[in-house]
């Protein structure tokens, strides 16, 4: 839509591309303090694993946990 090519705050076009929030999977949208009612809660992390067939035939079903495990235990001993 032309509205990512544009900026209506400060009425200027836009490269679409140098929006994070347009480019990038996971985007954190931090809230100011008179949005927050109670105290931020811990994270919550969703793992989508491709169990297509063409996933599993070529080995990616297998490989992604084992891969994947020590980035796992390092977001859960995080503070």
């Known amino acids: 839509p032309s509205s990512f090519d544009y900026d209506v705050q400060t009425q200027q076009p836009v490269d679409r591309w140098k929006r994070a929030e347009l480019n990038h999977a ?3 949208f931090v809230a100011p303090t008179e949005y927050m009612v109670r105290p931020p809660q811990p994270p919550v ?4 694993i491709d169990v297509s067939y063409p996933a599993i035939t070529s080995g990616k079903r297998f490989n992604y946990p084992r891969r994947s495990q020590p980035h796992i235990e390092q977001l859960t001993h995080r503070e």
């Not at 992390?45 to 989508?48: K, S, T």
Request: one cysteine or more.
């Open 26 to 28: 996971c985007v954190e």
């Open 45 to 48: 992390y969703l793992f989508v």
